[in-house]
């Protein structure tokens, strides 16, 4: 599904790299299933400096424009909320429909990263809060 899709067409995103992300062993992966298939699947990152990374959310083209990919987000946030009290992801600047999506999800623009993956476009990382850390500790 990322292979043969926007936005991994434009980041230049083989089978191979692909399939290789799907099977990172630090990764979770969490699939939808369909009929014929799965239909969507999201790979969080519950490790590192940004804990709580929604590293990819992907919806078969066919399934796409049916609040499937804002279901999925709102599950991995809720499993993201449950250890961290933030939740991070990024967005293509070339896809400005994923990013008024998570705007209007209540994800923040934290930072661009210009150049990261394809010259002359950013990767734009967006945060969502329930609040600092220091917090989020002392309730746990």
């Known amino acids: 599904m990322m292979s043969a899709s926007e936005p ?10 692909s399939l290789e ?3 990172h062993p630090a990764k979770e992966v969490w ?12 790979i969080l990152d519950m490790h590192g400096a ?3 990374y ?9 399934e796409r424009g049916r609040g499937l990919g804002t279901r999925l987000l709102g599950w991995a946030e809720a499993r993201i909320f449950r250890e961290s009290p933030n939740v991070f992801l990024c967005v293509s600047s070339f896809n400005p429909g994923a990013l008024r999506l998570y705007e209007r ?3 923040a623009v934290v930072g661009t990263l210009d150049d990261y993956i394809v010259r002359g ?20």
Do not use: N
């Open 31 to 42: 699939v939808v299933p369909g009929t014929d298939g799965p239909c969507a699947f999201v």
């Open 105 to 107: 999800l209540g994800y």
């Open 8 to 17: 991994w067409l434009t980041l230049g995103r083989s089978f191979e790299k």
């Open 54 to 62: 929604v590293q990819t959310i992907c919806v078969r083209p066919d």
């Open 50 to 52: 940004f804990t709580g």
């Open 21 to 23: 992300i799907v099977r």
């Open 121 to 140: 476009h950013a990767e734009v990382l967006m945060r969502k809060t329930r609040g600092p850390w220091r917090e989020f500790a002392t309730r746990s």
